[in-house]
């Protein structure tokens, strides 16, 4: 699983490597768009002479996006020539680095579309860099559009991942247990084999904001006494008469973030980083959690056997769900 060793807004990063630099890695920044004219989005200044370090990230729809790296007497520039995408919303910029295969890649994402530019010689970011990054503070600039970043060991992002918040009630044949609380060795109520016992839980801090923001499943219409919170990539389970009409399943799917609509669930962004859990059954399980069901993934991703929606044919199940929760309210 990879995983974030770093991530904004922390003084403490969760992670780091081995040795003091980091030779291969992945710089990620979600932004909000569009910026009136040119911007820094960051900046790191520290050292002094031979030690000086620099780390400058520049955007201009026009010109395009430069990082300019000064480690002591190296200076490397790369650039991601423009134009950029102008859309408001949230833009994903991605800056990769391999010194050993001497490439670096910048990208930039927005629905859909993506610009990218890569070319040959990197420098590693020093560890204490990335620290300071993250801590904010004296030598660190930070423009306010950029909603989150965080660093990586390895060339990817880390990929779709479902959690649940530390909060999150579980039921198990003793009660209900919250998410954070639970051990390996605990037992949790699935809907298709009953009591399951718990073979491993990971606590991993991740970013809770822009694209990432976790999704708040608010009561009544999800749990029945209070909100869930769940990562936007956690399968939600939805049955009844909506699911049957429209899909001609008895019970399907979603992802958490398709079920977002500002009411029956709304994206919860009150917090830079939150810390999710991932429960491993062993097998693809749909758990009970407050009368709301989620899905868990078995070996490899492999999924619990109910058919996943597409975003589009979320759509009409959402509306479809709240003209019946409305009526029920």
Not at 26 to 49: K, S
Request: glycine fraction near 12%; include cysteine.
């Amino acid at each position: 699983m990879t995983r974030w060793i770093a991530l904004s807004d922390q003084t403490t990063p969760p992670a780091g490597p081995d040795q003091g630099v980091l030779p291969r890695g992945l710089l990620v920044l979600e932004i909000d768009l569009p910026l009136a004219g040119a911007a820094v989005l960051l900046d790191l200044r520290a050292g002094a002479g031979e030690g000086e370090v620099a780390l400058s990230l520049f955007h201009d729809l026009g010109a395009g996006i430069a990082l300019l790296h000064r480690q002591g007497g190296q200076v490397l520039r790369h650039v991601l020539p423009g134009p950029l995408p102008q859309r408001r919303g949230v833009a994903r910029l991605s800056f990769g680095w391999d010194v050993a295969a001497r490439r670096w890649s910048l990208a930039l994402e927005q629905e859909g579309r993506r610009v990218a530019a890569e070319g040959t010689q990197a420098l590693p970011l020093r560890w204490d860099d990335v620290q300071a990054l993250c801590a904010g503070g004296p030598g660190v600039m930070r423009h306010p559009a950029v909603l989150w970043f965080g660093v990586t060991e390895g060339a990817a992002l880390p990929g779709p991942l479902a959690w649940l918040g530390m909060m999150t009630p579980v039921e198990t044949p003793r009660g209900v247990v919250t998410a954070g609380a639970l051990k390996p060795g605990d037992r949790v109520m699935t809907r298709d084999n009953g009591a399951v016992p718990v073979l491993g839980v990971t606590r991993l801090p991740v970013p809770s904001r822009g694209s990432l923001a976790p999704i708040r499943l608010r009561a009544p219409y999800w749990g029945e006494t209070g909100d869930i919170l769940v990562s936007p990539d956690q399968a939600v389970g939805v049955a009844g008469p909506e699911a049957e009409y429209l899909f001609g399943d008895e019970e399907v799917l979603v992802l958490a973030r398709h079920l977002a609509d500002g009411q029956m669930a709304v994206a919860d962004s009150r917090r830079a980083v939150a810390m999710g859990v991932v429960l491993d059954l062993g097998t693809a399980e749909l758990i009970m959690a407050d009368s709301c069901v989620l899905a868990t993934a078995g070996p490899a991703g492999q999924p619990c056997g109910r058919r996943v929606l597409d975003a589009y044919e979320a759509q009409s199940l959402r509306a479809s769900l709240l003209r019946s929760q409305r009526r029920a309210v």
